[in-house]
């Protein structure tokens, strides 16, 4: 059924770092690799190599531009892929019961041997993190790797997220977020972790943090004085050198204030 | 939203197809025999062509069978099973009309409020929907009703209530455009909390996460067909109440019923591929559109 769990267990998820993604990408692949060889229906391409190219992608990494007002712009990488909401909308519209959200995890998956291609869980998401898969008619989301996860076959290292495993800028966390002792639980609290469009009332579990803020023109620069001169009179053996050369005819790079 | 030629035609001709059985079923001196058969047969042609239709656009038509379990939660399953109840109860009024020349007046009226549910539920799966503000208002289901109950007065031929009917959809229809036009700023969502960083300062896109149009700006940006919507508009408020009034008042006769009746379905048709056209999806903010 689709009715939505009351409460899950676990509420498995991800923080993002908007601070830390440099806008590589390398989630973006490392997501399209593991979720076409593993789990469901490969996520196809359409036209790869022609004109307009399309493909299914359940993650993607936009580029926004913020400007404060009377500071300077300030470039935001911003990975987008299913926050596995608690109110999941994607849920309750789907007329077959493939779409569920898991009592135990919280996880948001697609059951594709159900899903008849209707679209609507796709309308229902405001956050553009479902894609109808053009060649196998089903829809395609983000699954947290729960064929990772809970993976005995892998390595320990490598049972969470591909996105998370493969982030070399370290922007990417995964963890339990009903547990407030957890890493991302920590992270949430300590960088005031966001959600995305909080007035349609989703409630995502993935949490995003805010950029720090950035140091402006007009504020006491932290490192200036140490660049100040140590010594403003010359002294000593080199102080005896310096005075000899300066009587010497020829100096173009005079010091200011010296005459 | 893409204005998916299958689904324009399933939500304007079931819609028109069960408010025509509606009128039919609550007829308390129907017609029975072969007259009887070329009514009912308009009717279901219209609701089971645009049932059909809507199957069209799904990627697995063959399981469409499951789409019947979910009636707890979702609309769309909802949808199907009204409609399937309503075509049977109404399927089951009509054969004693035709076949036996038997008026089960019960049948009929639970047979029209089936049919009308129907329509309900079409309207919901559209209202429902957060992400699609000028969609997502009690209004919709007002907008889809009236247009429903005012097709089948006019293809069933009741002249008066119909003129009434042509009127009132009409003004239905300005309302709720007018309503629409504000509901995506009314409802607040932008760029800034879309990404969380609006109380830094004003967030633009710089870059999309591809070079060309994804299924998600496929399905959900569709900023070209607005641009003659103010036209349409007219255009559609005139073939669908303003052509059939006039035709309607002259003195009757068959082409003019016809042509009325063409004449709406086309005004109708064009409502709706506005409906989906100008329907803007918080989507499109990410990708810093509308
Ligand atoms: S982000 Fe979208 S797809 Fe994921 S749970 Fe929320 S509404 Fe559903
Ligand atoms: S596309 Fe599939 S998962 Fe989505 S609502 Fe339709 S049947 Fe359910
Ligand atoms: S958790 Fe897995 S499926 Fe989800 S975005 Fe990351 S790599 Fe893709």
């Known amino acids: ?259 | 939203m893409h204005p998916a030629p299958s689904v324009i035609v399933f939500s304007v001709l079931s819609g028109i197809g069960f408010g025509m059985l509606a009128w039919l079923g609550i007829e308390s001196t129907p017609a029975t025999g072969m007259t009887a058969f070329w009514w009912y047969l308009v009717a279901f042609g219209l609701a089971v062509v645009g049932l059909v239709s809507s199957t069209f656009h799904l990627g697995h038509p063959e399981r469409a069978l499951k789409a019947f379990t979910q009636w707890r939660t979702s609309w769309l399953s909802r949808e199907g099973v009204c409609a399937v109840l309503a075509l049977c109860v109404m399927g089951l009024y009509a054969a004693a009309l035709i076949f036996m020349g038997t008026h089960i007046a019960i049948l009929g009226w639970i047979g029209a409020a089936l049919s009308l549910i129907t329509v309900y539920t079409t309207s919901m799966i559209y209202g429902q929907l957060a992400t699609i503000p000028r969609w997502n208002t009690p209004l919709t289901t007002v907008l889809f009703l009236t247009f429903s109950i005012t097709g089948g007065a006019l293809i069933s031929g009741r002249i008066s209530t119909a003129l009434v009917l042509l009127v009132a959809s009409a003004f239905v229809q300005v309302i709720w455009w007018k309503k629409g036009d504000t509901a995506f700023a009314d409802r607040g969502s932008d760029l800034g909390t879309a990404t969380g960083l609006g109380k830094r300062g004003t967030v633009r896109s710089m870059a999309h996460p591809h070079t060309s149009p994804n299924y998600l700006m496929r399905e959900f940006i569709h900023v070209i067909g607005r641009k003659h919507a103010q036209k349409l508009r007219v255009i559609s408020l005139v073939l669908m109440a303003g052509v059939p009034v006039v035709l309607l008042v002259l003195p009757f006769n068959h082409i003019f019923g016809l042509l009325a009746v063409l004449s709406h379905l086309a005004g109708v048709a064009t409502s709706r591929w506005l409906f989906f056209a100008e329907a803007e999806h918080t989507v499109g903010i990410y990708y810093g559109a509308r």
């Open chain 1, 1 to 259: 059924m689709t009715d939505l769990p009351t409460s899950t267990d676990k509420k498995l998820g991800l923080v993002i770092d908007l601070d830390t993604c440099v806008g590589c990408h390398a989630c973006v692949i490392s997501c399209k690799g593991w979720n076409t060889e593993n789990y469901g229906a490969p996520l196809s391409d359409q036209r790869p190599y022609g004109e307009e190219p399309m493909g299914t992608f359940l993650n993607r990494v936009h580029s926004y531009e913020v400007t404060p007002k009377g500071q300077a712009a300030q470039t935001v990488h911003f990975p987008k892929s299913c926050l596995h909401c608690e109110n999941a909308p994607c849920v309750t519209v789907c007329p077959t019961g493939a779409s569920y959200k898991r009592k135990e995890d919280g996880i948001v998956l697609v059951n594709e041997s159900s899903c008849i291609g209707c679209g609507l869980c796709a309308w229902a998401c405001p956050y553009g993190a479902r894609e109808l898969d053009q060649a196998e008619g089903v829809m395609k989301k983000c699954t947290l790797c729960v064929d990772r996860i809970y993976n005995e076959n892998l390595p320990e290292e490598d049972r969470e997220p591909a996105c998370v495993r493969t982030c070399p800028a370290g922007a990417r966390h995964f963890g339990d977020f009903a547990d407030p002792e957890s890493n991302v639980s920590k992270l949430t609290a300590e960088r005031g972790g966001m959600d995305l469009m909080p007035e349609l009332g989703t409630a995502p579990v993935n949490k995003y943090l805010p950029p720090r803020p950035k140091d402006t023109w007009d504020d006491e620069s932290i490192l200036a004085p140490f660049l100040e001169p140590v010594a403003e009179e010359t002294a000593g053996f080199l102080g005896w050198i310096d005075k000899q050369l300066s009587r010497l005819p020829g100096d173009t790079n005079k010091m200011e204030g010296a005459e």
